[in-house]
């Protein structure tokens, strides 16, 4: 055999696998970059949705939550369906709880929605958060009135945002659906990565 040939092709070969040692090592790189990519995206996208939990849409949802509890015992008490109209006999009763138990309750509220107004899930500010700020701002002006002594007016001018229950509570229960399919991801792949780094070091077991 003519040892010119068989150099050539020792060269040869040694040339493949460095190429594909180039290339493997590119390959191995690139699927680690897009990896840790996704991963920091996944882990910002959590971060997020926990901050708009915890600052926004959680305290919000308590609150109303607390709220609407308050206002059906305080209609079981009268024995009433609805607070409208409000009677000469209920009057005090209804000052009592407005001042002292609704008010407080719409205040934290007006100030989550104003200060952390930047977790809001949508791209504009929906109409029944800003309705809700009106509302407050109408019951504001008539307990002004009630230090007063005048009692003409019994309720704000600017009536309840049907809507704003429920959009409450479908942002909170969406934002929890979605924190923890993050948090499961998240688990999942620690576990995957805990497993295969397992394998890789004790292969029999």
Request: glycine residues 4%; hydrophobic residues 45%; proline residues 4%.
């Amino acid at each position: 055999m003519d040892p010119s040939s068989l150099l050539s092709s020792n060269s040869s070969l040694n040339a493949v696998i460095l190429l594909l040692t180039i290339v493997l090592a590119f390959v191995g790189y690139l699927v680690t970059f897009l990896t840790n990519r996704v991963m920091a995206r996944h882990a910002d996208r959590l971060r997020l949705v926990n901050q708009r939990i915890n600052e926004f849409y959680g305290p919000l949802y308590v609150a109303t939550l607390a709220g609407n509890i308050a206002y059906k015992s305080l209609l079981k008490k009268q024995g009433k369906t609805q607070c409208h109209p409000i009677r000469d006999e209920d009057l005090k009763e209804w000052v009592l709880w407005v001042t002292t138990i609704f008010m407080p309750l719409n205040d934290t509220r007006e100030e989550i929605i104003i200060k952390n107004a930047h977790l809001i899930v949508e791209e504009q500010m929906p109409q029944c958060l800003l309705d809700f700020v009106t509302h407050v701002v109408g019951y504001k002006a008539l307990i002004a009135k009630w230090a007063d002594g005048d009692y003409s007016e019994r309720r704000s001018m600017i009536g309840w945002p049907p809507e704003f229950d429920l959009y409450v509570e479908r942002s909170y229960a969406a934002l929890k659906a979605e924190q923890t399919r993050l948090l499961h991801t998240a688990f999942s792949r620690a576990w995957h990565r805990l497993f295969a780094r397992k394998q890789r070091y004790w292969p029999g077991r």
